[in-house]
């Protein structure tokens, strides 16, 4: 992805902080908040919930910032019926919530606890309840410790279990759930999970996150084909795509970004979206991608179609080419891949240290639907911003930068709308403050502030922002 797509905000108001002008989007597009399980529901041993992989990458030492876990986290399983209220009160149309694999089958396999189901049982009825439409994922990173025993994603078994998985939560909930979503961002289960070791389980490998990128794509055909048994209305899966940007127009780092979308884009993309695995995988990971874990027909099952696909984006990276980290190829990680990766520092950065570049957004959608013809309709699945939130001494929290950043993400889609490509809704990251996986509770991407001490929860002025423009787009197009 060299030739960088630059289509100007043309909508967007000349003054970049100002909240009065609002983005336009269709008739019909919809607008909805998102949280995954491990995140924000706590109760890690009530309601008969097994260990997942990241209970136990929280208690190695060293691995998440301040020791912090998801033991407590933001209480939800308790205190669900007060956030449905706030996402009511924000007047979304969705909600999508992940289900945690190890509250259905606390070891990864048998039967359905059905302790484990009542709990999302009762989320999505109050959801109905409140006139709220339900999106579940079914895998946002909290694989059952027990499969992560037996091999984890590098083995075919995990994605088979996935499915039966799948089979359980879709038979309670499939009939009130119209929107499913199989995998939460592959990339990070396999490659910050498997490679880099920032992820549970913690693990820094080369064949063995391959491995585990193929099986997750199996997983999720598979699970789309249990889906579709079940009758369900709108199936999809949520990638996280990345707009690379090469550091300088060398031909060595133009080579380096051709190795970054193979890492980030095309290993989920190609299969899905094209019928085939990445055309440079070899020359991006040699020996590693040796395609052992391949079987025939894989292709066909991940490349089901699906009725949308899911988008989560923040932010662009910057990539030059670099030496490989370990001389040694065949003791290389899979995303030691000849390259380094860093941020943009001549633009504002969150607190993530993450570069704030609208545009790329829109950029990074256009591509993708001039690269892809047989891509389904976009449902932007998180955006979002983490903030140096305080409350005020007027009680409330002021986050300007977080305005700033949706508001001008929001233009930035609607550009994208404008230019041609087809995105159906858009759900912002997050509904809540929430555990940050390895950075813990230090980052806060909530529009809703969560006191850790107390649980009590504040709604931010992006909250009151948001739920504005919710309100300004049913206006306008009823
Ligand atoms: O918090 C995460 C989420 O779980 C997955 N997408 C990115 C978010 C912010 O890092």
């Not at 994603?153 to 979503?181: K, S």
């Not at 690379?244 to 380096?256: E, Q």
């Not at 829109?362 to 976009?378: F, H, I, S, W």
Request: glycine share 8%.
């Amino acid at each position: 992805m060299t030739d960088a797509i630059h289509v100007t905000d043309a909508s967007a108001p000349a003054d970049a902080t100002g909240s009065s002008a609002l983005p336009r989007f269709p008739r019909g597009f919809f607008f909805g908040a998102a949280t995954a399980s491990y995140q924000i529901e706590g109760a890690h041993d009530e309601g008969g919930r097994g260990p997942s992989i990241w209970d136990t990458y929280c208690r190695e030492p060293g691995r998440v910032a301040d020791g912090a876990t998801g033991d407590v986290a933001c209480d939800h399983y308790h205190r669900y019926r007060e956030d449905v209220a706030l996402l009511r009160d924000l007047g979304v149309d969705s909600y999508r919530f992940s289900i945690a694999w190890p509250r259905v089958q606390p070891t990864g396999g048998g039967k359905a606890n059905a302790e484990g189901l009542d709990f999302y049982d009762r989320l999505v009825d109050e959801l109905l309840a409140a006139g709220i439409s339900p999106a579940a994922t079914l895998y946002h990173w909290d694989l059952p410790q027990a499969l992560e025993d037996r091999g984890g994603w590098r083995v075919r078994e995990t994605a088979e279990r996935f499915a039966d998985y799948t089979r359980l939560v879709v038979d309670r909930l499939g009939d009130r759930v119209p929107r499913w979503i199989t995998l939460n961002e592959p990339f990070c289960s396999a490659f910050v999970g498997y490679a880099i070791g920032r992820h549970a389980p913690g693990a820094r490998e080369g064949r063995g996150a391959l491995a585990a990128a193929h099986h997750l794509l199996v997983g999720h055909g598979l699970a789309v084909r249990a889906l579709r048994e079940a009758g369900v209305r709108e199936v999809g899966i949520t990638l996280n795509p990345d707009r690379l940007l090469p550091a300088t127009d060398s031909a060595a780092d133009l080579a380096a970004v051709r190795r970054a979308e193979t890492l980030h884009n095309e290993v989920w993309l190609d299969p899905l979206f094209a019928g085939r695995y990445p055309a440079h995988e070899r020359e991006t990971w040699g020996e590693s991608a040796d395609g052992s874990y391949r079987r025939e027909g894989d292709l066909i099952t991940i490349a089901a179609p699906l009725d949308f696909v899911g988008i989560n984006y923040y932010r662009p990276i910057t990539i030059a080419d670099a030496p490989h980290r370990d001389a040694d190829p065949a003791a290389r990680t899979a995303v030691d891949i000849g390259v380094e990766e860093s941020w943009r520092q001549d633009v504002r950065r969150t607190t993530m240290g993450w570069p704030v570049v609208p545009h790329t957004f829109t950029d990074l959608l256009v591509d993708l639907d001039r690269r892809y013809p047989e891509l389904p309709p976009v449902v932007i699945t998180e955006n979002g911003s983490a903030e140096d939130d305080s409350v005020a001494e007027d009680g409330q929290v002021h986050d300007a930068d977080r305005v700033a950043y949706l508001r001008d993400h929001l233009f930035a889609l609607a550009a994208a709308v404008e230019a041609g490509v087809d995105v159906r809704g858009y759900y912002v990251w997050s509904l809540m403050d929430n555990f940050e996986w390895a950075f813990g509770y230090a980052k806060r991407f909530g529009i809703v502030r969560v006191d850790y001490d107390t649980l009590e929860r504040l709604p931010k002025d992006s909250y009151r922002w948001y739920r504005d423009l919710i309100r300004h787009h049913k206006q306008e197009t009823q």
